[in-house]
């Protein structure tokens, strides 16, 4: 995982060049806008993004979509953090982002990637996920406050 990808679509900018990124930002819409982390402390968003595969979308320096995998690039990748800010939305980004995500070259033979979302199904089933084929074999260790307290 090293080299910078990037794509512009329609003068947006799709890259993973983490010195894009604008990490207040990032951190104030997963604190105070997304369902999955609210109130998330900003040293934790800063340690997913060293820690991860990300992925934003700008116009000019302003950015636009944010989205990181966490992944060992072969047997296993999460996507996570996904979000498209609120001015931005109803232009298609969050498809050209995760159609920017998908086509990374060191994501192309994972052989289970996995997300949560709440309501979200029908963008990602684009890109073949599905519920859980065998949720029996599956378990999870969850604390909603980990990230907040």
Not at 1 to 19: C, K, N, Q
Not at 69 to 96: E, H, I, Q, S
Not at 106 to 126: N, P
Request: glycine residues 8%; neutral net charge; aromatic residues 12%.
């Amino acid at each position: 995982m090293g080299e910078h990808h990037e794509r512009t679509v329609d003068g947006v900018l799709f890259s993973t060049d983490r010195a894009r990124l604008d990490i207040d930002a990032i951190h104030a819409f997963l604190a105070g806008e997304s369902y999955w982390v609210p109130g998330i402390h900003r040293e934790l968003v800063e340690r997913s993004i060293e820690r991860s595969l990300c992925f934003g979308a700008y116009e000019g320096t302003r950015q636009l979509a944010f989205a990181r995998v966490v992944t060992d690039g072969a047997g296993f990748a999460y996507l996570c953090d996904v979000f498209v800010v609120d001015v931005a939305r109803g232009r298609g980004l969050g498809k050209r982002l995760m159609a920017f995500v998908f086509d990374h070259p060191d994501l192309q033979r994972v052989r289970r990637f996995m997300l949560a979302t709440r309501d979200a199904h029908g963008l990602y089933a684009h890109y073949g996920f599905r519920p859980l084929a065998n949720p029996a074999t599956f378990m999870e260790r969850y604390d909603p406050d980990a990230l907040s307290r």
